[in-house]
């Protein structure tokens, strides 16, 4: 156990740890699906609630 981490209370500590699990899983997940042809380039349009496309930002 990190020193930074010894003085949560034991749920906090298995909380992060459930944390950790997760984001391992989704990474592997990640790494299993195919690669996107033709994407958008950039960050995920969808994060941000609109898409962009030749300058007119469309909001669904």
Known sequence: MSE???DLPAA???ALAEAEDRR???E???KN???ELGGRDGPEPVRYG???K???AIDF
């Open 4 to 6: 930074d981490r010894k």
């Open 50 to 52: 609109d898409w962009e």
């Open 12 to 14: 906090a500590i298995r």
């Open 28 to 30: 592997a997940e990640a």
């Open 33 to 35: 699906m195919p690669k």
């Open 24 to 26: 391992k899983k989704a």
């Open 54 to 56: 030749k300058g007119i």
